[in-house]
């Protein structure tokens, strides 16, 4: 770097962690203005970044009282003239020498290139204290001079756009020799630009189409470093030893399976073949079971422990919550009936014994659970992240199932599969579909099955959104459907945003009513719209025994209407429940509101699922309400969940820039990247095992696999 000089690099190393050049010109634009541009205004929103150039056509600096220093302050408005039209800019300072050298730094007649966050004020869209870079003295001459597309970096906290601008121009002169990732014959098959080429052009192109060149070939890079460590990986695994876990006949699966009271499905038997084969191999299993909520994972898991039972070994469930650890135990000792009675009276012979253990358990429970664990009785061990704590010790762990991944870190699979002798069979149930492309890039180095169907005779689920700023009578509607419900012996549930009324009230934004809390809407609607109904409340503060009590008599149809908090989003199954109000739904997620949704026509029963909100019938959130109102395929609505969180969520990394990573390829919209990146990635591995070939390509892997995204990439 240091050889990179520049007046700005240090600033630069400070602000973003850039190590070597290529780490800085792997710094990419995040965009690009063409010169007097404006049109884009359209389609931004408040707290986008805007950038524009052109000129000044007034300035005029003010005065006024500031209200907290109690010091005069200055304001200084300027309006700047893009070729398709203007914007304001506001500057403020606090010295009267900064006011007067800005003033005239952005006096009338000079041009200049703009950048800042839009803000929507006094019914005009403005810039508060843009970034500025101003060109030479005569407007028409600095204009004509400037190049036609102007990159914008992100501003780091103390580097701005310009200063990396200037800086990474700089580099580029000086480096000659870019290490390229990629195998000549690859990139001749891809088509694809040189990579020195491609550097030159993402960060100073000349036109939109030299830009899409290097971007395209940028992006190439990324895919293809991703692909390879993901082969890496699959090949460790398939060099890896496991104990084999075959199971066998006559054992306690083939006794589950007699008596299981319902037919598999079709996804579930052909599933179900499908990890009986792995967990009988010499190799750790690592499959993601994807599934629509209600699709019948917990039986596949389960069906996968017992044949890990039959072959002497134990498996661990791991659930997010204790409501669903508790459930799982509860549900999987009811569906084994005396088979989890294992060494006990009344159990059957060669029964094993399912043990829980949660955070909440009394010191003799524990005590108990953690011994059975130990000594090998139990052979199914549930459980929340009490699981992971060192003192919980099995005999023979074989396999570590995860319930609802998306809740559970890389470090907590890790902790519970350092438990076992040999690497344990793995696998992740997630009832948020991952659309193919994030699966292949996120969970590459996990084979994904998918459960799409669901279980015959499963009622329907209406979703409807109830507006009721423009329609307040339908939530009296709403509240009628849940008293008609439970005239039918069926259930509801009424999910709130909030716990208390006093909580983080000043979160609400305004121009809202306050959001329902279930501790103040339970008591009101006992007393008003749902009088005569049994109500009970559930919520994550609640003391997990009474939390535990909540839900069984729920279950039990001992309560009429559950209100409660999220809690209930998760794996939770009442049949006998029909009926979900979520109120303030547009709080929520679409993917929450799918899982919350999932709650309900479990039964043979249709649901109806009632999306409350107060928010403006024509806005963005309401959008996101009528797409969850509009389908059930939980695909297609992950799908609109991820495009809606910024892309660098969806890996759960913050996209810095200095890092090696996923900086132009989207794992949303380079599906056929991707694709060909994993083919030719795996081919090339397979040619040269150790990339003793490819040196650049081995760094960039190691790399990556170092960086804090291969936490990511692990996921196992
Ligand atoms: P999820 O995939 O959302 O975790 P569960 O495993 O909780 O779904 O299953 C939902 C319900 O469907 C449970 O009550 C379960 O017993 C039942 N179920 C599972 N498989 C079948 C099947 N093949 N036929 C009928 N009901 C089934
Ligand atoms: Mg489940």
Not at 106 to 120: D, E, P, T, Y
Not at 701 to 715: G, I, P, V
Request: aromatic letters at 4%; charged letters at 25%.
């Amino acid at each position: 770097m240091a050889a990179v000089g520049g007046k700005h690099y240090k600033k630069i190393v400070k602000a973003t962690g850039v190590e070597t050049v290529g780490d800085l010109l792997g710094i990419f634009p995040r965009r690009y203005v063409r010169k007097g541009s404006l049109s884009e205004l359209e389609e931004l929103r408040e707290g986008d970044l805007l950038s524009l150039v052109g000129e000044i056509v007034s300035s005029v600096q003010k005065s006024y009282q500031d209200k907290r220093t109690r010091r005069t302050a200055y304001r200084l408005e300027v309006r700047v003239r893009a070729e398709d039209g203007s914007l304001s800019l506001t500057y403020f300072d606090r010295q009267k020498h900064t006011a007067d050298w800005r003033a005239a730094e952005l006096a009338k007649g000079r041009v200049g290139l703009f950048s800042g966050r839009l803000k929507w004020f006094n019914n005009n869209w403005q810039l508060t204290n843009p970034d500025s870079r101003m060109y030479g003295a005569a407007a028409e001459d600095a204009y004509a001079s400037m190049p036609d597309l102007i990159p914008i970096y992100s501003s780091a906290a103390a580097v701005n756009t310009w200063q990396l601008e200037e800086t990474i121009a700089t580099a580029l002169d000086l480096v000659t020799d870019v290490p390229d990732v990629l195998p000549p014959t690859v990139r001749e098959t891809e088509d694809l630009i040189d990579v020195a080429q491609a550097l030159r052009w993402i960060h100073r192109p000349d036109n939109f189409g030299q830009k899409t060149r290097a971007a395209d070939r940028l992006k190439y890079d990324e895919a293809f470093v991703t692909q390879t460590l993901l082969a890496q990986r699959r090949a460790a695994i398939e060099a890896t030893v496991a104990n084999p876990r075959p199971g066998a006949a006559g054992g306690i699966l083939d006794r589950f399976d007699q008596r299981l009271p319902f037919a598999l499905t079709d996804g579930q038997r052909s599933v179900g073949e499908e990890i009986a084969g792995e967990l009988g191999r010499g190799h750790p299993m690592h499959r993601l079971l994807q599934g629509e909520v209600g699709s019948g994972k917990t039986v596949v898991a389960l069906r996968a422990m017992l044949q890990v039972v039959d072959s002497g070994g134990q498996a661990a469930l791991l659930a997010p919550t204790e409501v669903l650890a508790q459930q799982h135990q509860r549900s999987i000792t009811a569906m084994l009936g005396d088979l989890a009675l294992g060494g006990l009276l009344g159990g059957a012979e060669g029964g094993t014994r399912v043990a829980l253990l949660t955070g909440s358990l009394n010191a003799a429970a524990r005590r108990q659970a953690l011994a059975e664990a130990a000594g090998g009785e139990a052979g199914i061990v549930i459980g929340t992240h009490a699981l992971l704590e060192e003192r919980v010790q099995f005999a023979d762990l074989g396999l570590v199932v995860v319930d609802e991944q998306h809740r559970f870190g890389v470090e907590q699979r890790a902790a519970l599969s350092a438990k076992a002798g040999r690497p344990p069979h793995v696998l992740v149930m997630t009832a948020t579909p991952i659309p193919r492309t994030v699966a292949m890039t996120v969970f590459g180095d996990l084979d994904a099955s998918t459960l799409s169907e669901l279980p015959a005779g499963r009622g329907d689920v209406q979703t409807t959104v109830v507006p009721i700023q423009a329609r307040p009578e339908w939530l009296e509607r709403a509240w009628q459907r849940v008293r008609e419900e439970v005239a039918e012996g069926r259930q509801a549930y009424v999910v709130c945003a909030r716990i208390d009324p006093d909580d983080e009230r000043e979160e609400q934004g305004e121009g809202r009513p306050p959001l329902r809390a279930v501790e103040e809407l339970a008591p009101e609607l006992a007393a008003g719209p749902l009088a005569g109904l049994r109500v009970d409340t559930l919520h994550g503060r609640m003391a997990p025994e009474d939390k535990d009590k909540v839900m069984q008599s729920f279950a039990a149809g001992e309560v009429d209407v559950l209100v409660s908090t999220t809690v209930i989003e998760v794996g939770v199954d009442v049949p006998n429940a029909t009926v979900m109000v979520i109120l303030d739904a547009d709080r929520f997620g679409v993917s929450q509101l799918h899982q919350l949704r999932g709650r309900i026509g479990r039964g043979g029963h249709s649901g109806l699922c009632l999306l409350v909100s107060a928010i403006d019938p024509a806005s963005t959130s309401m959008e996101r309400l009528l797409a969850v109102a509009g389908t059930r395929d939980g695909f297609e609505l992950s799908r609109i969940d991820l495009e809606q969180r910024r892309e660098g969520n969806v890996l759960g990394i913050e996209q810095s820039g200095g890092r090696s990573g996923l900086k132009l390829l989207s794992v949303l919209r380079d599906e056929d990247v991707i694709a060909r990146a994993r083919a030719a990635a795996t081919a090339h591995l397979a040619s040269d095992p150790a990339l003793s070939g490819s040196p650049a390509l081995a760094r960039a892997t190691r790399r990556l696999e170092d960086s804090e995204q291969a936490e990511y990439l692990e996921m196992t």
